[in-house]
């Protein structure tokens, strides 16, 4: 591959960038020394065009290629924020932040994209134009969709959009991919159950809601079990039970559960949408409460374009010889509301026997640094190349 030797000799620069980003984590849209490191840098690579703020905190690299004869222009996006988490690795370059920690590698996603950028300024070896987006809030935050209403895509005339995560438990530097729909749509529900508080020595003089939320927690595993084709993914998980008294003898008079609800197609979405709120409001009543569901429809499904995949999938082999088919992901990204907006597709590369990402142990392998860099690259010279 005509880049690996470049991204050899660029690997501890790139290394270095990573763990200082990793020693000072940041939180959603809060990535105010990360968003400015990565504007210096790409200042000081010689991009076109550096602009700071787009999607609050989110930053956009312009590098023009030698020539441009057909207009094309492709945009690459790395994350930048970390997880509200404690770090427990012990490295000398471990988060200076109390409570929060690179736990998911974009501190890596981001030093690989810079490091492509770097080259890319250097080289210019290609015809077109590359948008290099560095995004923030891809944890919760939805980052991309911030980043998408301030009219990246227009701006900037993005005609497609690439991008990347690191995967533990597959082998570094490998490639996996998959077209069509990837990654789940990510969705919360909060569910107000309203009884008759009491003594728990009188049940009958009750409406017990820790009874009605307990059958409810149980019935709303009916909608993946009975409502849902069993060769469709569905996946829904309460992971809250919150009660109004914490006394050991008192019937309370609320409870509130939350979750969250996870599939692979719209209608899909839909109904479970839909479900969620029937099932609970039957529940409730059935035992003479009251309900008072919530659903909040957060990341959609992410849909990688097929004829972008394949270009995925091609430029990853031509970096390591290889690209696997990449199992489907319940998990949700963000990427999924710029693959709105514009044909594209998401890649997974590997990062070795690691603990799993949101883990207080997981850290990104700087081996993988090479391979990602070389992928980014390589989607703008091949698909850019110069006549």
């Known amino acids: 591959m005509p880049v690996k030797n470049r991204f050899a000799e660029l690997q501890a620069e790139i290394t270095a960038w990573r763990r200082d980003f990793h020693a000072h984590p940041e939180l959603l849209y809060e990535t105010h020394r990360t968003a400015a490191r990565v504007a210096e840098l790409l200042e000081a690579f010689g991009c076109d065009e550096v602009v700071t703020g787009l999607g609050r905190t989110g930053v956009v690299g312009v590098i023009r ?14 994350d930048m924020d970390a997880l509200p988490i404690e770090e427990a690795t012990g490295l000398d370059y471990a988060s200076k932040t109390p409570g929060v920690m690179h736990a998911c590698g974009h501190d890596g996603h981001t030093a690989m994209l810079l490091g492509a950028a770097k080259y890319l300024c250097e080289t210019r070896n290609f015809d077109g134009t590359t948008v290099v987006v560095f995004q923030p809030a891809e944890e919760g935050g939805g980052g991309a969709k911030a980043m998408c209403e301030d009219g990246l895509m227009d701006r900037f005339g993005i005609q497609e959009v690439y991008g990347m995560h690191n995967w533990p438990g597959m082998e570094v530097g490998s490639f996996h991919i998959r077209p069509g729909p990837f990654f789940a749509s990510a969705d919360h529900f909060r569910i107000e159950l309203e009884g008759k508080g009491g003594h728990a020595a009188k049940p009958h003089e009750t409406i017990d809601t820790t009874l009605m939320a307990s059958h409810l927690v149980v019935a709303l595993q009916s909608i ?10 569905v996946v829904v998980s309460v992971t809250s039970f919150e009660t109004s008294s914490n006394a050991y003898n008192v019937i309370p008079q609320t409870v509130v559960l939350k979750g969250t609800a996870r599939t692979l197609k719209p209608e899909l979405r839909d109904m479970v949408e839909a479900r969620i709120i029937e099932i609970s409001n039957g529940v409730a009543a059935t035992f003479g409460g009251v309900s008072r569901p919530k659903y909040h429809r957060n990341y959609p499904v ?7 995949t394949n270009y995925a999938a091609e430029f990853a082999r031509a970096v390591s010889g290889d690209c696997g088919e990449a199992p489907l992901i319940m998990g949700g990204e963000d990427f999924a509301f710029m693959l709105e907006e514009r044909p594209g597709a998401y890649i997974l590369v590997g990062n070795g026997d690691t603990a799993a990402v949101h ?12 391979a990602g860099c ?6 703008a010279e091949k698909r850019m190349p110069v006549a």
């Open 374 to 379: 070389s992928w980014f690259a390589e989607i």
């Open 65 to 78: 290629g030698r020539s441009d004869s057909a207009g094309r222009v492709i945009g690459l996006r790395a």
């Open 224 to 233: 993946a079990a009975r409502n849902a084709n069993p060769v469709e993914q």
């Open 359 to 370: 883990h207080p142990e997981y850290n990104f392998d700087d081996a993988v640094i090479p």
């Open 302 to 308: 992410m849909v990688n374009a097929e004829t972008e």
